[in-house]
C-alpha cells in the first residue's frame, strides 16, 4: 500500500522569506499528489496537485515539484504571509483516486 | 455555493457508549468520504460512497462502525461501542466523481472518556 510521510513535523519561517516543505512515499504506482493547508478547527483545503508526468507546477504563490526517482516532492510557497500558518498535507493517490494522507508539518510564520 | 456541512462539532462520550455522525455533501456531489484524523496525524479513509453504494469500506473497523447514505445524498456514520481510541476528527468530503476535486467539511471532534 501506499506509505507517504513529511520530513519535518515543524517549520518556522520569518514574515516575508520563502517555505519549503517536503514529502515522501513509497509507492511508485502512485500517480497524482495534492498538497493540503488545514487550520485549526477547519478541514484540508486544496492547495495545489501534480500529476505524475510532471515534475513541477505553479500556481499562485505556491510551486509543487515531484521528483519520481526518488519519490519525493515538495511545497514551495513564496513570500509567506501570517495566514499561511497552517498544518501542510501532502496526499498520494493511484488510479482510483483515493488519497493516503502523510502526517503533517506545522509552519508556523513569525513576525 | 455552500459547502460540506457536518453536525455535531464537537461530541464527548465514554466508552462503550454509541455516537452518530451526520454529512451533508455539496449539492450534485456523487461521491462522498468519511475520513478518521486522529491527534498530530493525517486523515485515514474510512469509507467511499459513490451515490448510494459502498466503493470502498476495508479500512473501517466493521465490528463497531458502520455507515450509509440511503439517498445519495447525507450520510450518517455510526459507532458502537465507541472505545478510548476513536477519539479523533472526523471528517466528511465529496466530490463531483471519484477522480475530482475532494471538498472537506469542517469535522466532528470526537472525544471518548
Known amino acids: 500500500g501506499e506509505s507517504v510521510g513529511l520530513h519535518l513535523p515543524t517549520l518556522s519561517v520569518q514574515e516575508g522569506d520563502n517555505s519549503i516543505i517536503n514529502c515522501a512515499y513509497s509507492n511508485s504506482a502512485s500517480d497524482y499528489f495534492i498538497w493540503y493547508k488545514q487550520e485549526s478547527g477547519k478541514g484540508p483545503q486544496f492547495i495545489i496537485d501534480i500529476r505524475s508526468n510532471m515534475d513541477k507546477r505553479q500556481g499562485q504563490r505556491v510551486t509543487v515539484l515531484l521528483n519520481k526517482t526518488v519519490k519525493h516532492l515538495s511545497l514551495q510557497i513564496a513570500a509567506t504571509q501570517p495566514g499561511d500558518s497552517a498544518v501542510y498535507f501532502c496526499?498520494?493517490?493511484?488510479?482510483?483516486?483515493?488519497?493516503?494522507f502523510g502526517s503533517g508539518t506545522q509552519l508556523t510564520v513569525l513576525p | 455555493e455552500a459547502g460540506v456541512a457536518q453536525s455535531p462539532r464537537y461530541k464527548i462520550i465514554e466508552k462503550r457508549q454509541s455516537v452518530a455522525f451526520w454529512c451533508n455533501p455539496i449539492s450534485g456531489h456523487a461521491t462522498l468520504y468519511w475520513y478518521q484524523q486522529i491527534l498530530g496525524q493525517g486523515p485515514k479513509l474510512l469509507i467511499q460512497?459513490?451515490?448510494?453504494?459502498?466503493?470502498?469500506d476495508s479500512q473501517l473497523p466493521k465490528d463497531r462502525f458502520s455507515a450509509e447514505r440511503l439517498k445519495g445524498v447525507d450520510s450518517t456514520l455510526k459507532i458502537q461501542p465507541a472505545k478510548l481510541e476513536d477519539s479523533a476528527v472526523y471528517l466528511c468530503?465529496?466530490?463531483?466523481?471519484?477522480?475530482?476535486?475532494?471538498?472537506f467539511g469542517p469535522g466532528t471532534r470526537l472525544t471518548v472518556l
Open positions: 496526499a498520494g493517490a493511484g488510479s482510483a483516486r483515493q488519497l493516503t
Open positions: 460512497f459513490q451515490n448510494n453504494g459502498v466503493v470502498d
Open positions: 468530503a465529496s466530490a463531483v466523481a471519484f477522480y475530482n476535486e475532494q471538498f
